[in-house]
């Protein structure tokens, strides 16, 4: 009987929303010419004048027995219940997680075997991979969840960033569902839910608090003033740190099944991290942005000065081979993790100069999974009076449940989409964004190489978030 009690919350809040639904068929008809027609930019600022007249009071109403406030800042428990759903690279993932924090379900399907065949994300390959599982991926998570589609509240799903050909599998897939349930949906920005389910996982944490985001082509420093609202303090002007180590791990000939990163994780322990002389990235550049591609040609020359044979697998090569890789792996660690350590160093500066009640450093991304990083990174902060909040490694890397819960964090805020209509045209255009900054970059730390690399950027969620606050206000 007490699983009863979301289930029927949310059956009442969809009610509800069906009758607005009716009551505004004039705007939906809008959106609905907007979402096939317009370009993403402008579609996001009539969205936002939709959902302020569609949302609030409505919600606000139909959970009003069980949340408190709308604030970004406040705790809340609430019996919504969200399906998330992320396509943007190489997992294939989804979760349902109900407004209070509960996990209901979480669910990944990896694409390892492509990822040793070829060594990398192919995207042909790897949209193909998920056009195979998501409706299983999905079907496994609402299964997991004793829940079907009828009992959600929203959807959410990943439109950027990402690879195009990935992110539609997983935006097709959440608009089918909520468009035969008539459920509202969630366009969720990929950074800023590595960044949100930190909150998830640490209920203490409140806006604003710095991050810094790791994974496969991401390198990011930001401040997170409220939800919707970063400041870029540093990026990666080339390679993010994840695709440094799975360069390194392929040269190497480690296992790639399970990503590079675990491999070079695993291997750098049995290594002496001083043997080989690596440089550390960017050392005369006084900011806060990021440099691996140097890195990656530091071990390319040494494995190759080394004369190691990347063709020859790690567990077939012999004892003083193995070695010498675990040399070089444990170096190029120490050094890429240096670089990390140096560069939070000052944009813990920077953000305390902007923001002096910052007390938190989240860590997330696929990189966060990593030990070494996190007891580092932990130094790093305990010398600035910081508390470090690491989500576990399951929620570092990519998954649904940071999907689910950067949908239910927008979604009290009334930043979501109607319904998706029944029947979309197949020449719809998707609004997918591939390449989407997360924040607006801090005038200091502007990085010229980054700068004359903007072309088919899409403007940034905080932009947009400005933008959007000003046209309802
Ligand atoms: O966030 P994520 O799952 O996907 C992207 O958004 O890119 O991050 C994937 C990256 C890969 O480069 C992977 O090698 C790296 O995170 N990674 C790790 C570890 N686990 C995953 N890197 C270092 N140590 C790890 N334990
Ligand atoms: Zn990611």
Redesign the pocket.
Known sequence: MASLGPTLSCTISRLNLLVELSHNQHTIRIFRALSCNSRPQKLFYHRRLFTSSFSSANFKSSTSNCSKTLGSNHVFNDNLVVLGIETS?D?TAAAVVRGNGEILSQVVSSQADLLERYGGVAPKMAEEAHSQVIDQVVQDALDKANLTEADLSAVAVTIGPGLSLCLRVGVQKARKVAATYQLPIVNVH?MEA?TLVARLCDRDLQFPFMALLI???HNLLVLAHDLGHYLQLGTTIDDAI??A??KSAKWLGLDLRK????A??ELARQGDAQSVKFSVPMKQHKDCNFSYAGLKTQVKLAIESKNIDAGIPFSSASMDDQRLRADIAASFQRVAVLHLEEKCERAIQWALEIEPSIKHLVVS???A??QYVRARLNEVVARNSLQLVCPPPSLC??NGVMIAWTGIENFRLGRFDPPPPAIEPEDCQLDLRPRWPLGEEYSRGRSIARSMRTARIHPSLTALTQASEYQSS
Not at 259 to 262: A, D, I, N, T
């Open positions: 690279c997992d990929h590595h994974s496969g082509g994840g695709e180590y799975d990503s590079g990163g675990p070079i994780e991304g696929g990189v999974s990593n890397t990519d």
